[in-house]
């Protein structure tokens, strides 16, 4: 089994569980949005069932649900003190209403959004706590890590880090003790060299989000399959790109199309095959795919008996998709 050691010496499996999805509903400004269809009830028992088949890691946020997920979390993971929990500040919501409030940054919203995490993921310590906030100004987020630090410090937090996906943002501030990880788009489409490059230099854990591109790289996806208008995935925001107008953007399906036996070698779920290419790139990387049924925790967790794609893959990878690019 893949397996990574911590920050704090501590060595766990090294394919996590997001809970993005599993959140459920929430409200930001006008619009409401889910993440496919989710059940409350299945959610923690997937989650306790992830726990007890291996998974070690479990990102959440303040605002996955407007903090429903970290409620879900809480209840799952209570008395399962070998677990290690990720949240964010920046982004914080109510769950009984589900609204997420304006971002947030401020000393004191942080102070208050981590002790609510704390109640609501029952810990008196979060092992790690990241800025939600993926653009927040450079010059600003000095302030922002001087709290984190203090938290730190007083024993809330084990450490910290950005949810970024800006190299020059993370390289400003990846050197500050505590500073353990960052969390960043990284899958075999998006496989972000500038940043692993620093975060591997400054020997921090890359917590990787949408390892599965949104679901797309689980192959379940067609250009005919309309989603819901109230998905997140149906919008048309400018970061929204494996997915466009309510569907698959046809030209990742064509690249996965190029790349599906490749991926699916050795016997791999395209899943597996997609967490194994990130297993493969980066030693410091752990994907956290997320999930809204327990079979697809077991299928994702699979992905660590079968390991790293091979090197050979790896590379025929690369090369068809740097030939498609080209094409395009």
């Not at 889910?34 to 069932?49: F, P």
């Not at 937090?157 to 190299?167: A, L, M, Q």
């Amino acid at each position: 089994m893949q397996m990574m050691e911590l920050w704090d010496g501590r060595s766990v499996p090294r394919i996590g569980i997001g809970t993005w999805a599993a959140g459920g509903a929430a409200r930001w400004g006008d619009a409401a949005t889910i993440y496919g269809e989710v059940d409350d009830i299945r959610s923690q028992a997937a989650l306790a069932m992830a726990y007890d088949i291996g998974a070690r890691v479990f990102d959440t946020a303040a605002a996955y649900g407007a903090g429903n997920a970290e409620l879900i979390l809480g209840r799952a993971l209570k008395g399962r003190d070998e677990a290690v929990i990720v949240t964010k500040v920046g982004y914080f919501g109510d769950p009984e209403t589900r609204k997420i409030a304006p971002e947030d940054a401020s000393a004191a919203a942080i102070r208050t959004s981590i002790d609510k995490s704390r109640q609501r993921l029952q810990r008196d310590c979060i092992d790690v706590a990241l800025l939600h906030i993926n653009e927040y100004p450079i010059e600003r987020a000095g302030e922002a890590f001087d709290t984190l630090g203090q938290l730190h410090q007083e024993g809330k937090i084990g450490g910290f880090g950005w949810s970024t996906d800006h190299r020059d943002r993370l390289a400003a501030y990846a050197a500050r003790d505590g500073f353990v990880a960052v969390e960043n788009d990284f899958n075999v489409f998006t496989p972000a060299n500038e940043l692993m490059a620093v975060a591997a230099r400054e020997n921090i854990v890359s917590f990787s989000r949408l390892p599965l591109a949104m679901g797309l790289l689980t192959g379940k996806y067609t250009p005919a399959m309309k989603l819901p208008a109230d998905d997140v995935r149906g919008g048309n925001a400018e970061w929204m790109v494996f997915f466009r107008d309510g569907a698959a953007n046809p030209q990742y399906l064509s690249r996965l199309a190029a790349i599906r036996d490749l991926l699916t070698s050795g016997g791999r779920t395209l899943a597996q095959g997609a967490l194994g290419w990130i297993l493969a790139k980066s030693a410091i990387a752990l994907p956290v795919p997320g999930f809204t049924r327990p079979e697809q925790v077991e299928d994702n967790l699979g992905a660590l008996e079968k390991g790293p794609l091979p090197a050979a893959v790896m590379t025929e990878i690369d090369a068809v998709l740097n030939s498609a690019e080209t094409a395009c």
